[in-house]
C-alpha cells in the first residue's frame, strides 16, 4: 500500500509536522482542519458559525486536492471547545453534507490549536 501526502494552498498548511491529509490506494485521512484563511493563516473573523464555515471550507479544500468530494467522506469527527455550540456547528454541516450523510463523532474538548471554536477530521474513500 502506497502512502502519499497531500496538500493543497486553497486550505492552510500544517502548522506542525503533518501532511493536509494522506492518501492510500483506497482511503484518505483527513487531518484537522481548523478555520484559519489560507491567504493569512489567521483565524477566521466571527464567532463559531464562521468558524465552522472556515473549516469546512479548508476540509473541502484538502478533500479536492486528494482528488474526493463530499460523497466520497465516510467518517469525521468534530471537535467542539463548547458543545453548547452544537445545534449551529450541526446546521452548517448539514447544509454543507447535504444529503450524505457519513458517520460522525462530535466531542467537546478542553481546547484547541490556536484557540478556535472547531476542528473537523475526516476519512474519505477513494473511487477508482
Same mark, same amino acid.
Do not use: W
Given at each position: 500500500?502506497?502512502?502519499?501526502?497531500?496538500?493543497?494552498?486553497s486550505?492552510?498548511? *500544517? @502548522?506542525?509536522?503533518? !501532511?493536509?491529509?494522506?492518501?492510500? +490506494?483506497?482511503?484518505?485521512?483527513?487531518?484537522?482542519?481548523?478555520? /484559519?484563511?489560507?491567504e493569512?493563516?489567521?483565524?477566521?473573523?466571527?464567532?463559531?458559525e464562521?468558524?465552522?464555515?472556515?473549516?469546512l471550507?479548508?476540509?473541502? *479544500? @484538502?478533500?479536492?486536492? !486528494?482528488?474526493?468530494?463530499?460523497? +466520497?467522506?465516510?467518517?469525521?469527527?468534530?471537535?467542539l471547545?463548547? /458543545?453548547?455550540?452544537?445545534?449551529?456547528?450541526?446546521?452548517?454541516?448539514?447544509?454543507?453534507?447535504?444529503?450524505?450523510?457519513?458517520?460522525?463523532?462530535?466531542?467537546? @474538548?478542553?481546547?484547541?490549536?490556536?484557540?478556535?471554536?472547531?476542528?473537523?477530521?475526516?476519512?474519505?474513500?477513494?473511487?477508482?
Amino acid at each position: 500500500m502506497s502512502l502519499s501526502p497531500v496538500s493543497t494552498s486553497s486550505a492552510p498548511s *500544517a @502548522v506542525g509536522p503533518y !501532511s493536509q491529509a494522506i492518501k492510500t +490506494d483506497s482511503l484518505v485521512f483527513l487531518s484537522g482542519c481548523i478555520p /484559519l484563511v489560507p491567504e493569512t493563516m489567521k483565524v477566521v473573523e466571527g464567532g463559531v458559525e464562521e468558524q465552522t464555515e472556515q473549516a469546512l471550507k479548508n476540509f473541502q *479544500a @484538502v478533500l479536492a486536492a !486528494s482528488g474526493c468530494q463530499i460523497s +466520497d467522506v465516510a467518517k469525521t469527527t468534530v471537535f467542539l471547545q463548547d /458543545l453548547g455550540h452544537f445545534a449551529q456547528v450541526n446546521a452548517i454541516y448539514a447544509r454543507v453534507f447535504g444529503d450524505h450523510k457519513p458517520a460522525r463523532s462530535c466531542v467537546e @474538548v478542553a481546547k484547541l490549536p490556536l484557540g478556535v471554536l472547531v476542528e473537523v477530521e475526516g476519512i474519505a474513500v477513494v473511487r477508482k
